[in-house]
Structure formats: C-alpha cells, structure tokens
C-alpha cells in the first residue's frame, strides 16, 4: 500500500520554464494531480500515463470544485491512490490557499510537502523590466489581494496608499475603479501604474499609465484577469528602460 501523501506544488507564473526541477519531480512521480485553471498545462506532459489528472479550477468566477470539495478530494484520493500533488499557479503560499489544504490534509493524517513556486508577484512585473525595489526609488513593496474572501477590497489597500511602497495588487481588477479612487484621495493622480494580463506568457499584454489614467487606459486596451496591478515610482523605470531600447533600436537600424 502506497502511503498517502499531499505535495502541494508551485507552477510560476505561466512561462513553462519557471518551474524548478523539484516540482518536475514530484508532477513525474505524482499517482493524482490536481490542478488549478492558472497553470500552465502544458506541465501536464511530465506527469505519469497512469496519474489521473484533474482540473479543480476557477474559470470567470465559475467554480468546478468548491474549497471544501477540494480538500475532502485530496483525502479521499490519497487514502485510495496514494500520492496527490496540487498543483497551483505562483507560489502556492501567495494567496494559494496551499497552507489550507495542508492544514485539511494533516488532520487525517497524510503525510504532507511543500514545494515553493517563482509568484507572479515578483516574476510578472520583471518580465516587463518593472524592479518592485530600487535604491532612492522603492524601499519595500506590499503584496495584495485586491478582493478580499467577503468580495470586498482589502483593508490594507488604503495603508498602502500613504506609504512610498511599490503595491503589487493580485486579484484586483474587479476592484480597480475603488483602488484608484483611494489613491486619488491621497492626492497620487500622478503615480505610475502598469496592469500586466497574462503575465509571462506568448498571451502577455500591458497597460501603462497613472493612478488618473489607468481606467481609460484598461478599457482602451481590453485588460482583464488575469491580471496584475503594480502601483508605484518603479513603473517610470520601465519606461526608461523602454525609451533607451527604442533608441538603441533606432540607432542600429
């Protein structure tokens, strides 16, 4: 009898190359595999011909699976099967709700791992030359969730609004007229603001502009999730760095 086990996987952000080998590993080695809607599936092909694999994600709010479906599918696949690995897109202790399921799984006793994944917190924004810190520009950056488990904004969005921080908001473009409302009030109509869509991925499309111009801006663009919302003086960097390639560019040619 094989032991039952929980391997709770990071995937990155998209790019199939960001995954480290550990996680190749335990897709290789995995009996089932449950896997959310963000992932990359093409991550799929390293896994077993005879692992069952199964989708358990979200789609525009459209729930295959509930959490607690989830969870009570892990048990019973592991004590049937043996090994489960999940497989969640980022890191799955960014807003995975991995440490949820390990909790769930524990209580019955599978033997549990973590394999931590590259975030889309970090990994999005640099694809797009965007540093989250830079020296006598950004300090420290937050990360966070733009809609909170009550469907509402997240109370640390208005914190963060009076600080000098980078803001990295996941999950928040249903929120996106309320968090630049709460940055105009404090007077930031000018701070910079990139939204990345389908971050790391041939799919990938960007909108740059400011705290006053974003809206406008996502809607010319056809920006939706998933998506992610950077905040902060880092921004202007990549357009610096936009504006030197384009005049390198320009000069070779």
Same mark, same amino acid.
């Given at each position: ?49 005879? *692992? %069952?694999? $199964? ?5 525009? &709010?459209?729930? #295959?699976?509930?959490?607690?479906? /989830?969870?009570?599918? !892990? ?23 991995? *440490? %949820?399921? $390990? ?5 019955? &006793?599978?033997? #549990?791992?973590?394999?931590?994944? /590259?975030?889309?917190? !970090? ?131």
């Amino acid at each position: 009898m094989k032991t039952p086990k929980l391997t709770v996987v990071g995937a990155g952000p998209g790019d199939i190359d960001l995954i480290t080998i550990k996680a190749i590993k335990a897709i290789e080695s995995a009996d089932v595999i449950l896997y959310d809607s963000l992932i990359n599936t093409d991550l799929l092909t390293h896994a077993s011909p005879l *692992a %069952e694999l $199964i989708f358990v994600g979200k789609r525009k &709010g459209c729930y #295959t699976y509930q959490q607690d479906q /989830i969870n009570e599918l !892990i048990v019973a696949r592991a004590n049937s099967k043996g090994s489960v690995l999940r497989l969640k897109g980022g890191d799955p202790f960014v807003f995975g709700r991995g *440490a %949820e399921e $390990i909790d769930y799984a524990r209580n019955f &006793g599978l033997e #549990t791992e973590v394999v931590p994944g /590259i975030s889309s917190a !970090i990994a999005v924004p640099a694809y797009q030359g965007i540093p989250l810190t830079k020296r006598d520009v950004s300090e420290s950056f937050w990360v966070i969730t733009g809609t909170t488990k009550a469907h509402k904004i997240s109370n640390d969005i208005p914190l963060a609004a009076q600080s000098t921080a980078t803001l990295v908001i996941l999950m928040g473009m249903s929120k996106l007229k309320e968090i630049t409302n709460i940055f105009l009030a404090h007077g930031k109509e000018n701070t910079p603001v990139a939204i990345i869509q389908n971050g790391t991925t041939p799919h990938e499309k960007i909108g740059i502009g400011t705290v006053g111009t974003i809206c406008n801006i996502v809607e010319q663009k056809g920006l939706s999730n998933p998506a992610i919302i950077v905040i902060g003086e880092v921004v202007e960097k990549r357009v610096e760095l936009s504006s030197i390639y384009n005049q390198v560019s320009a000069l070779a040619v």
